[in-house]
Every structure is written in C-alpha cells, then in structure tokens.
C-alpha cells in the first residue's frame, strides 16, 4: 500500500515523474521536502477536492521534483516543487469541476504563496500552480503567458 502524504495524496502519485523514469533520475524527497510536501496537499488539495469538487478526484500533474528532475524539465532554479512546496492540479482531467473553480476557490478561501493561471484562456487556466511554504507566504496572484518562445508572469 502506498504511504499517504494526505487523505487522497499518495507518495508515489506525489514523487511521479515521466522525466525522472525516463532519464533514470532520483525523485526522493528528503525529510523537509516532505512535511513541505504534507503541508501543501493537507492545507490545499484537500479542502479543494472537498469543496470544489465534492470529493471526486482531481490531477496533480506536477508536485516534488528533484533538482535534477527540475533541471531536466526546464523549471526555474528557484522552483518551489523541489522544495515540496509547489503543485499543479488539473481538474479538467476528471472532469469533476474546471480549473477557473479549483483557481477562484483557492484565491478566496486559501491561504497560499503564489498561485498562477496557467496559460489557457479568459474562461480557463490549462492547469492551477499553487505553492504554500511554512510561513513568509506572499499571496502573489500571477497568470502565466507565452510571448514567442518565452514564458512571462503578470500579476492578476
């Protein structure tokens, strides 16, 4: 049986990682990146599968990365998912509820450090990137967009 991190988070689902398996890299969060890891998906992903999507499953298609996972997918080298405190939750892989509730739900009700529209429309983000850290959180509200082959972050 696989170690739950929350009630419906598992390790394995949490630690996933096509990139690692792919290149034969370790994504085994440490001690702290895991009560990081613990913090998030109880304070976050819980009340947001609760809430928003009545306890029907919901995606995380990104949660703890190594930093040589994070190096090998092109994330930032400040990225908060190798500090156990970022995760990104797709809805619409379920079908449960939509991105823009799982996004408006987390703005007005959670307390968070930054959480970003993920490319997508006016009507909808792609996915929902949310981080939380044990304190010092910014509730810094970004939509991310392409412009030609860089990604920018403007404040919403």
């Not at 994330?75 to 797709?90: K, N």
């Not at 968070?112 to 909808?124: K, N």
Request: charged share 25%; glycine share 8%; hydrophobic share 35%.
């Amino acid at each position: 049986m696989d170690k739950k991190i929350s009630p419906n988070v598992t390790l394995q689902e949490a630690i996933k990682s096509q990139t690692a398996t792919r290149l034969g890299l370790a994504n085994t969060p440490g001690s702290v990146e895991l009560e990081n890891m613990k913090r998030i998906a109880n304070a976050i992903f819980e009340p947001v599968r609760r809430d928003v999507a009545h306890g029907k499953p919901l995606a995380i298609t990104s949660f703890y990365r190594s930093w040589d996972v994070n190096a090998a997918v092109g994330g930032s080298v400040c990225s908060q998912h190798s500090r156990g405190e970022a995760m990104d939750i797709d809805a619409d892989i379920h079908g449960g509820c939509t991105n823009r509730q799982v996004f408006d739900y987390i703005r007005r009700n959670l307390k968070f450090d930054q959480l970003i529209w993920e490319f997508g429309s006016g009507a909808s983000p792609d996915w929902v990137h949310v981080s939380l850290k044990a304190s010092g959180n910014r509730r810094q509200v970004l939509r991310s967009v392409r412009r030609g082959d860089k990604t920018m972050y403007e404040k919403l």
